[in-house]
């Protein structure tokens, strides 16, 4: 969490849980809807939890992010659109966007409250995203696919719109 009181442990397993690093004492459970959940993000605030995971067989259509509610332990809403396992996560400063990065399916942008998907990337291959963020504004994100050399994409996060690629040597 960000005021570094509790992690968020995702175990390949349906459930999340949540520790106490002060006590070593599991302190919340998220059972979701995913057979495996691999990836896990903290809002700014520590209120929300993004929990990103997949079926066992690749191409189900069932890889979602489940969006939990911290303190009443509720799902807020599931994320439906990867086909592949959801690997990388992040939630936007002001909660209204989450980024998702997708084992051999790409990036995409979710509006958090409807839950309905605003951009997609890297659809034209497949593509394993390795890295995604919010710039602390919110303004921005970036995308780092794994495909050799590939930049570092920057993106506008209201249109979607690549703002600047910043190349690896």
Known sequence: SPD???VALALGTREVELMDL????????FRTD??????????KDGKMLAVGGGDKEPNTG?????????GSEKRLSILEGHSHTVRRLAISPDKKSILSGGLQDGARLWDSQTGK????????KKSEVVGVA?????KTFLTLSAAPFSPVQF????????????TRN
């Open 22 to 29: 002060a006590t070593g004492k599991f302190v919340k459970s």
């Open 117 to 124: 998907e605003k951009h997609a990337y890297y659809q034209d």
């Open 155 to 166: 993106w506008d996060t209201t249109t979607g719109k690549e703002i600047s690629p910043i």
């Open 4 to 6: 570094g009181n509790l």
């Open 62 to 70: 069932k890889c979602t992010i489940e969006v939990w509610d911290v």
């Open 34 to 43: 995913q057979v495996a959940n691999v990836s896990v993000c903290f809002s």
């Open 134 to 138: 919010f710039l602390p504004d919110g």
